[in-house]
């Protein structure tokens, strides 16, 4: 597809609603609301499963003695969602969103039943390695489903939706999974997830049934897009590009495994880790990515760096409040939630902006991180407030809300149909292995600059996230440029 046709494809007067038929653009129409709650069902469960696992794993990890392989069992569903992202991006365009769906739901419930009957440590971090497979597949055919079935206004509001669903998640599931630990043993934080699961996916069944199996309108048969695909981007066919994900998601665990090592070993480790994904990264992402060509590449590319910036700073302030502030778990614990929240009403607040520059909507979400940042950073003097604190961190996360839709709504306008699971995958990838990167980084540099007990070992860390924030910001501009190009053209007589 060419890139007028594309813009007009993003312009289908099908798509656009009347100007009184408002109640076109909620993702709850009508025609959208089986799909869209079985969407957000998924995600729910998904963002529950996350904060429940990450609550209940202490207790998973003393009652089968695996200790030693406590920081596996989180790289690992991390490294592996790797995988997943990259085979569901060739398989969506090739073949539509629902199989990959459908085969993402059971790897995921297959995974958590695994972990939930695990026998041992080792037989539960692989049950996360599939459950992470499951999960990579799951978001990437989601993303595909929403460019294929939601008219472009509505899809802001589809976004703000999936962000809202971590919401009470976030508030409750740590709880939750605190009770059910406490009164029916940690396997049912597990085995609970997928008999939730399974009716979501019903509710799903009927609207992805009525979805076309390939890629449809201006790209042509499937077939001329794997014969396209295959000449021009040798290196994009499936089986090559499932390979090249190996690679990355195991440049992902040695990062990760590194940052649990002291001295030799964790630079060995790290060294390795950044080899495999120098190795693989450029051929699992738009190219040009690497160098913010303008467009579609530098777009994907700000998500892994306002992703670094922002996790890369979220991980260290519970730390600190704990150790240099005085707080207790719960106490330190509600700035995450407030966050949490904050970040869904800046998704919310995306998904009713209509007509503002995409480019000052990422200056904007991204100075708001950036000012989370450096409150942070000020929580190490005494005297400062923590009231102040508490709300600088909530602009971050209020400015994650914002920017995060605005680049998966900038990368599925600017992906041609046929490529849209591919970019979506690229978007995740590189959201993954960009965080990884920049927590190695930091972690690396936090146990060498002495720990928790020396305050410009955060210091150090939060300078690393706001470098990747600075930069972002730099580049923020770069996104749209193509858009606006086009539209000068096709509005030129």
């Not at 089986?34 to 209940?56: C, N, P, Q, R, W």
């Not at 073949?95 to 958590?112: C, D, E, N, Q, S």
């Not at 480019?359 to 989370?372: E, M, S």
Request: aromatic residues 6%; contains cysteine.
């Amino acid at each position: 597809m060419t890139d007028t046709a594309r813009v007009d494809a993003s312009r289908s007067d099908d798509d656009a609603p009347r100007p009184r038929d408002r109640a076109g653009l909620s993702p709850f129409a009508r025609r959208y609301r089986a799909l869209s709650i079985g969407m957000i069902a998924l995600i729910g469960l998904s963002a529950f499963e996350s904060l429940a696992v990450a609550t209940a794993m202490p207790w998973v990890a003393a009652a089968l003695d695996g200790m030693a392989l406590y920081a596996t069992a989180f790289a690992g569903p991390l490294a592996s969602g790797v995988i997943g992202m990259t085979a569901a991006g060739s398989w969506t365009d090739r073949r539509g969103p629902t199989p990959a769906l459908l085969v993402g739901v059971a790897l995921f419930v297959v995974g958590l039943l695994v972990a939930g009957f695990a026998p041992t440590m080792l037989v539960l971090v692989a049950g996360r390695i599939v459950q992470g497979i499951g999960s990579g597949m799951l978001i990437v055919a989601l993303y595909v489903v929403v460019a294929r079935v939601y008219p472009e206004q509505v899809r802001p509001r589809v976004f703000a939706a999936f962000a809202a669903a971590w919401v009470v998640p976030g508030i409750i599931g740590p709880g939750v999974a605190g009770l059910v630990v406490e009164h029916l043993g940690w396997r049912w934080v597990f085995l609970g997830v997928p008999v939730l699961a399974v009716p979501a996916l019903l509710v799903l069944r009927p609207a992805l049934g009525a979805m076309p199996s390939g890629t449809v309108g201006a790209v042509g048969t499937v077939g001329a897009i794997e014969a396209v695909a295959g000449a021009a981007h040798p290196e994009r066919a499936p089986w090559r590009r499932t390979a090249v994900s190996v690679v990355a998601a195991a440049g992902v665990l040695a990062l990760h495994h590194g940052g649990q090592q002291h001295g030799v070993a964790m630079a060995a480790w790290v060294t390795g880790g950044l080899v495999a994904l120098a190795a693989s990264i450029p051929r699992l992402v738009p190219a040009g990515t690497l160098r913010s060509r303008r467009g579609l590449p530098t777009a994907i590319g700000l998500r892994g760096l306002l992703s670094a910036a922002y996790f890369g700073t979220e991980v260290f302030v519970p730390l600190l409040l704990t150790t240099h502030r005085s707080l207790s778990a719960a106490a330190a614990g509600t700035f995450l939630t407030a966050t949490a929240v904050s970040w869904a009403g800046g998704s919310a607040l995306r998904g009713r902006v209509v007509g503002s520059s995409d480019a000052a909507l990422l200056r904007v979400g991204t100075l708001g991180v950036l000012a989370g940042i450096g409150t942070a950073a000020l929580m190490l003097v005494p005297g400062f407030p923590l009231a102040a604190a508490f709300a600088g961190w909530c602009l971050a996360g209020f400015g994650m809300g914002v920017t995060i839709p605005t680049l998966s709504l900038l990368t599925l306008r600017l992906s041609p149909e046929g490529e849209q699971g591919v970019n979506s995958s690229a978007l995740q990838v590189v959201d993954a292995v960009t965080s990884a990167s920049i927590l190695a980084l930091s972690g690396a540099l936090f146990v060498v600059l002495g720990g928790p007990a020396r305050p410009v070992a955060f210091v150090t860390c939060f300078a690393v996230a706001a470098a990747t924030g600075v930069l972002a910001l730099g580049l923020s501009g770069r996104t749209t440029e193509q858009i606006h190009r086009e539209d000068k053209r096709l509005d030129t007589p």
